[in-house]
């Protein structure tokens, strides 16, 4: 009796140390998650601020290209 106890003891505190591990893992995959949402939202910023300043600065279609 005193064996298994002693054997439910230990495999209680490895699945707390897995446990606890796993959460380390899960919170620094949060933080780069977090950091990879914020880079795309900047990257997607900026391209929208391109395609406005682009279709603003288009040149009419019935105009010639600048070259003939």
């Known amino acids: 009796m005193e064996d298994r106890i002693i054997r439910l003891e230990e495999t209680v505190a490895l699945q707390e140390k897995t446990i606890e591990d796993l959460s380390d893992v899960l919170a620094a995959q949060q933080k780069q998650l977090d ?16 395609f406005t300043v682009g279709a603003t600065t288009a040149a009419p ?5 600048p070259h003939y």
């Open 35 to 50: 950091a990879v949402e914020r880079l795309l939202q900047a990257v997607a910023t900026r391209l929208q601020t391109a």
């Open 61 to 65: 279609p019935d105009e010639a290209p």
